[in-house]
Each structure stands twice: as structure tokens, then as C-alpha cells.
Nanobody, 124 residues
Framework: QVQLVESGGGLVQAGGSLRLSCAAS????????MAWFRQAPGKEREFVAG????????YYVDSVKGRFTISRDNAKNTVYLQMNSLKPEDTAAYYC?????????????????WGQGTQVTVSS
């Protein structure tokens, strides 16, 4: 069982930055592929970024490439999402998720554990 707790959300002006953190319980964090998803009001939850177990490979949805960076610290059982050059369309609840899969996939069903989410609001 893995418990995930996100933090770092908030209100920021367009062009600003935020860093989300997701702390995981348990001693097997490095056994999970990790990802960030987001869900805006009235929209489906979408994949934002993913990172392999070792952190050697990362993947992003096209709309955040060059602006967001996912990273992880397996010693601290934490995954991060650095978000720069934020836009109003980035406004959403952001969720971290853990998967036992070896590879990063963008499908929600592939993820075994989810956090409660943290709200990011970008004002214009």
C-alpha cells in the first residue's frame, strides 16, 4: 500500500512558477513509476508528466513541454513537478499517481495509487 500526499499548489499570476511535491509513504517508492495528472473543471483528467523508477526518463504532454519538469528523489520518497511560465489554461487540480508498470503510460487505469490532489490556479 502506498499513500501519496501532494503539496505546493496555490494561486499564481500568469508567467509565474510553482513547485508541486508528492510525498509517498512506504519503503518501496523506487519500485513505482510516477506521474502527474491534472483535471480542470468540466474536463477529463489528463496526463501531464511521468518519470521512470530511476528517474532516467521523463515524458510530458505536448502542452507543457519546455515549461514543466518532473523529477524524483528516491531517498526522500518524493516526486516533484516544477511548473514555469504558467498559463491560465494550466488551472486545474493536480494529482500524483504511482504505477507498478515498468514504463510510463498516460492511461489513468495503469496507476495503482493516487493522491488527493492540490489546486493550482493561474490568473491572467
Amino acid at each position: 500500500q502506498v499513500q501519496l500526499v501532494e503539496s505546493g499548489g496555490g494561486l499564481v499570476q500568469a508567467g509565474g512558477s510553482l513547485r508541486l511535491s508528492c510525498a509517498a509513504s512506504g519503503r518501496t517508492f523506487s519500485s513505482y513509476t510516477m506521474a502527474w495528472f491534472r483535471q480542470a473543471p468540466g474536463k477529463e483528467r489528463e496526463f501531464v508528466a511521468g518519470i521512470t523508477r530511476s528517474g532516467s526518463s521523463t515524458y510530458y504532454v505536448d502542452s507543457v513541454k519546455g515549461r514543466f519538469t518532473i523529477s524524483r528523489d528516491n531517498a526522500k520518497n518524493t516526486v516533484y513537478l516544477q511548473m514555469n511560465s504558467l498559463k491560465p489554461e494550466d488551472t486545474a487540480a493536480y494529482y500524483c499517481a504511482a504505477s507498478r508498470n515498468w514504463v510510463v503510460v498516460s492511461t489513468q487505469g495503469a496507476y495503482d495509487y493516487w493522491g488527493q490532489g492540490t489546486q493550482v490556479t493561474v490568473s491572467s
